[in-house]
């Protein structure tokens, strides 16, 4: 059975950084996409960067130029280096990873930004 788990939340100041990782354990082969998505508390969940196979990437246009998605295939594990953070960036953050018909998210893990 295939987990995604992640880690590397928690609780900084704004302008400060994290980096997220998610990992899967488990046999798990042809991943298509990886991304991350946020939901805040009352809001939906939103994409928030994506990384295909082959390396292309794409962003959310409120964390464009902050936050740099990138994935290590041998390691299924993707990260997210998140920059010059911002009080609005406060979510419990999601990783999926996409492979033909299947999907599977993390369990989410929570980033909190202070002013």
């Known amino acids: 059975q295939v987990q995604l788990v992640e880690s590397g939340g928690g609780l900084v100041q704004a302008g400060g950084s994290l980096r997220l990782s998610c990992a899967a354990s488990?046999?798990?082969?042809?991943?298509?996409?990886m991304g991350w998505y946020r939901q805040a508390p009352g809001k939906q969940r939103d994409l928030v960067a994506v990384?295909?196979?082959?390396?292309?990437?794409n962003y959310a246009n409120s964390v464009k130029g902050r936050f740099t998605i990138s994935r290590d295939n041998a390691k299924n594990t993707v990260y997210l280096q998140m920059n010059s953070l911002k009080p609005e960036d406060t979510a419990v953050y999601y990783c999926?990873?996409?492979?033909?018909?299947?999907?599977?998210w993390g369990q989410g893990t929570q980033v909190t930004v202070s002013s």
């Open positions: 990384i295909t196979s082959g390396g292309s990437t």
């Open positions: 999926n990873f996409i492979g033909g018909p299947w999907s599977y």
């Open positions: 488990g046999s798990i082969t042809s991943i298509n996409a």
